[in-house]
C-alpha cells in the first residue's frame, strides 16, 4: 500500500544527515500522534460523563448532510470545487483537473429514526435530586485523519515526493480546526536534494452562507531558510442550491474567491533559489443541471524574482450514467521566460486543449474504480504537439470509517521547458482516510 512507503528508498543513498532529519521526523510525527490520541481520549471521556441523550456536532452534521441543501451541496458537487486543506501552488493544467484528484471525505446516510428504549418509571414518592451537575461537552472533538501521498517523476530526472498527514477536528460551534505537517522530498539533476518539514494551523467556519478557510504555517527545510505560508479561500451561493430528496446536487451557481502565498514548491531547482509566489482569483462553479457542470477559474500570480503569471482553466462536462465526456482549455502565460535563471516552467504562451473519455463505478462492494483518457493538443511557443493524459484511481471501504484511495496518471504535457525531446510524466497519487 502507498501509505507504507519508505521515503528513505529515495534519500538513503545520499548522506547520513538525511537518514539524521527522517529519525527527526518520525519523532515529530509520533508526537503529533501521541497529542491526538490523548486529545481523542479527552474527548471520549468527557462525552461518556455525559447524558446518553447528548450527540456530538459530528453526529448532527452526518444525519443533516443529505436533508439540508446546503450541506448536500458542499458534498455533491466535484472535489476540486469544494474547500481543500492544502492549495496547490504548482501550477500544470493536470493540477486543475477535477478527474486527477481526490473523492470526497467520507459521508454517512442518515440513519433510520428508531425510538429509545423505555426507561423505567421512578417511583411515586421519589424527590428529585437536591443537587444536579451541569452537563459539559468537549470544546473539541477529532473529527478526521487524512494523510496525503504524492509521487512523481518525469524523463528529464526531477522526482517530488510528499507525505502530509492532517489532523481535523470539531468545535462545539460547529467550526473546525485542523493541523497539517509531513515530510517532503525533491531531488533533481544538478541541484542537491532539499527536504522539506511543513508545519501548518488552519480554521474553517461559515458566516451567513458564505464559508470561509483560511490556514498559516511555515516551510522548515533541510539547508534553506524558513519559508512562511498561508491561504485564503472564501465560497458564496450566487443562487440558492436546489438538492434532490436522494442529496444529489441539481443546480447551483457558486463562486470562489483565493489568495495563496508560499514557497513554489515546483523542483528542487526553484526551492533551491527561493522562489516564492503570491497567486490569487477566483472560480466559478456552475451544476447546470443533474449531469451538466461548469468549472471555470482564473489565476494571477507574482513571483519574488520580479516575474508575474496569468493562467486560466475552463471544464464542461456531462455524465451519462457511468461515462462522462468532458472538455477542457487551459492557458499559461508569463511576462518573462525566466526557467533558465530561476528553475520553474514560465512560457509567455501556452494552450492546452483536449477532450476526456472516462468511466467509474463500483467493481465490488468495497471497491469503487474510475478510468479516464484525455486526448488533445497543446501550444508551445507557436508549435503544436500532442497533448495526452491516461488516469485511473480506486477507492478501497476498508471500513465504515476507513476509506484508501490509489491513483496513477502518465501525461505528456509539458511543465518544463525540453526543447525538441518529448516529455513524459508519471504521478502515483493516495490517500487514506480515517473518521472518528
Known amino acids: 500500500m502507498v501509505y507504507s512507503f519508505r521515503p528513505y528508498l529515495f534519500v538513503s543513498p545520499y548522506s547520513l544527515y538525511t537518514v539524521f532529519l527522517l529519525g527527526c521526523l518520525q519523532i515529530q510525527l509520533g508526537v503529533i500522534c501521541s497529542v491526538g490520541i490523548w486529545i481523542l481520549s479527552e474527548a471520549k471521556l468527557q462525552a461518556a460523563q455525559a447524558h446518553q441523550t447528548w450527540k456530538s456536532p459530528l453526529g448532527l452534521t452526518e444525519q443533516v448532510?443529505?436533508?439540508?441543501p446546503e450541506s448536500a451541496e458542499e458534498y455533491s458537487k466535484p472535489l476540486p470545487y469544494r474547500l481543500k486543506s492544502t492549495p496547490i501552488l504548482l501550477a500544470a493544467p493536470e493540477n486543475f483537473n477535477p478527474d486527477l484528484r481526490l473523492p470526497p471525505s467520507l459521508t454517512e446516510p442518515p440513519q433510520q429514526n428508531s425510538s429509545p428504549p423505555s426507561l423505567p418509571k421512578p417511583p411515586q414518592?421519589?424527590?428529585?435530586?437536591?443537587?444536579?451537575?451541569?452537563?459539559?461537552?468537549?470544546?473539541?472533538?477529532?473529527?478526521?485523519?487524512?494523510?496525503?501521498?504524492?509521487?512523481?517523476?518525469?524523463?528529464f530526472g526531477q522526482t517530488n515526493f510528499f507525505l502530509e498527514p492532517?489532523?481535523?477536528?470539531?468545535?462545539?460551534?460547529?467550526?473546525?480546526?485542523?493541523?497539517?505537517?509531513?515530510?517532503?522530498?525533491?531531488?533533481?539533476?544538478?541541484?542537491?536534494s532539499i527536504t522539506n518539514f511543513p508545519l501548518q494551523v488552519g480554521w474553517q467556519g461559515k458566516i451567513g452562507q458564505v464559508t470561509l478557510k483560511t490556514a498559516a504555517g511555515v516551510d522548515v527545510f533541510n539547508r534553506l531558510p524558513i519559508a512562511i505560508n498561508f491561504n485564503v479561500k472564501v465560497d458564496a451561493p450566487i443562487s440558492p442550491p436546489r438538492v434532490s430528496s436522494s442529496g444529489r446536487l441539481l443546480s447551483a451557481v457558486i463562486i470562489s474567491g483565493n489568495l495563496e502565498q508560499g514557497p513554489y514548491k515546483s523542483n528542487a531547482r526553484t526551492l533551491?533559489?527561493?522562489i516564492t509566489t503570491w497567486r490569487f482569483g477566483p472560480d466559478l462553479y456552475w451544476q447546470i443541471d443533474r449531469n451538466t457542470s461548469l468549472f471555470s477559474s482564473l489565476r494571477l500570480g507574482s513571483y519574488n524574482d520580479g516575474n508575474s503569471e496569468v493562467q486560466s482553466f475552463s471544464r464542461l462536462e456531462r455524465k451519462f450514467?457511468?461515462?462522462?465526456?468532458?472538455?477542457?482549455?487551459?492557458?499559461?502565460?508569463?511576462?518573462?521566460?525566466?526557467?533558465?535563471?530561476?528553475?520553474?516552467?514560465?512560457?509567455p504562451d501556452f494552450l492546452v486543449y483536449n477532450g476526456e473519455v472516462a468511466w467509474e463505478g463500483d467493481i465490488a462492494q468495497f471497491l469503487r474504480c474510475r478510468l479516464a483518457a484525455n486526448l488533445g493538443r497543446q501550444r508551445l511557443k507557436g508549435e503544436f504537439d500532442n497533448a495526452n493524459t491516461y488516469q485511473t484511481r480506486c477507492t478501497v471501504k476498508l471500513s465504515p470509517s476507513i476509506e484508501a484511495d490509489l491513483g496513477y496518471s502518465f501525461s505528456n504535457v509539458r511543465n518544463q521547458e525540453t526543447g525538441g525531446s518529448a516529455y513524459g510524466g508519471n504521478s502515483f497519487t493516495g490517500q487514506l482516510r480515517v473518521k472518528f
Request: aromatic residues 16%; charged residues 25%.
Open 65 to 68: 448532510t443529505i436533508v439540508n
Open 321 to 347: 450514467g457511468q461515462f462522462s465526456l468532458a472538455a477542457n482549455l487551459f492557458t499559461w502565460s508569463y511576462d518573462r521566460d525566466l526557467e533558465r535563471t530561476s528553475g520553474y516552467f514560465s512560457p
Open 272 to 274: 533551491d533559489n527561493q
Open 166 to 192: 492532517t489532523v481535523q477536528f470539531r468545535l462545539r460551534n460547529g467550526n473546525k480546526i485542523f493541523f497539517k505537517t509531513g515530510f517532503n522530498f525533491f531531488e533533481q539533476r544538478g541541484v542537491e
Open 125 to 155: 414518592n421519589s424527590s428529585p435530586p437536591t443537587t444536579a451537575t451541569e452537563e459539559k461537552t468537549p470544546d473539541a472533538v477529532l473529527e478526521s485523519i487524512h494523510t496525503d501521498y504524492h509521487y512523481e517523476t518525469d524523463n
